[in-house]
């Protein structure tokens, strides 16, 4: 029996280490325009900006996302213009997709991350939350909320099920350069 228990287990891992290389997941490294932050993204991003109001001013808001295995994968920016303003801005964004996401507070977990180069206060922001797409329908989000100076950062991937592997690979690879 314990043969059999350490071939299913390696088994296991060998399908969960090709469920985060597999063709549905096509890695590539992307820049947000204008910013240092380097990340990886599944597939290749549509591109869209819009003016929203953020630290009690309108702000423009440039994002990139794509969906690929089931999942919607998103990196949104704004320059505030004044890094002081950025802790009480990510607070309520973040509180905001919670809420828009009707996660319950018990279904949320905060999870470590160490961006490489991200501002120290405010300090970067990781959660996993269960909740409900706009269609009444289950959904998983694992978002991540930091700032680079003057620069706020929402990171993003909303899943009916989260393969943890494809969310590691996606928050892990993070950095400003």
Known sequence: MSRF????????????ALAACSPAFNWREVRPENTRLSLLLPCKPDKAQKVVPLGGQATALSMLGCDAGG????????????????????????????TNMKAVPSSRQWLPLRIPGASAAPAVS????????????????????????????QVVVYAPQ??????????????FE
Do not use: C, N
Not at 5 to 16: C, G
């Open 5 to 16: 228990l350490t071939f299913f287990t390696a088994a296991l891992a060998t399908l969960l």
């Open 71 to 98: 999942a919607t994968f998103a990196v949104a920016v704004a320059d505030l213009g004044d890094a002081a303003k950025a802790a009480p801005v990510l607070a309520l964004w973040q509180d905001l997709t919670l």
């Open 126 to 153: 990781r959660v996993l939350a269960q909740g409900q797409r706009i269609d009444g329908t289950a959904v998983t989000g694992q978002a991540a909320y930091f700032a680079h100076g003057s620069q706020v950062f």
């Open 162 to 175: 989260m393969a943890p592997e494809v969310a590691e690979t996606f928050f892990s690879s993070l950095k």
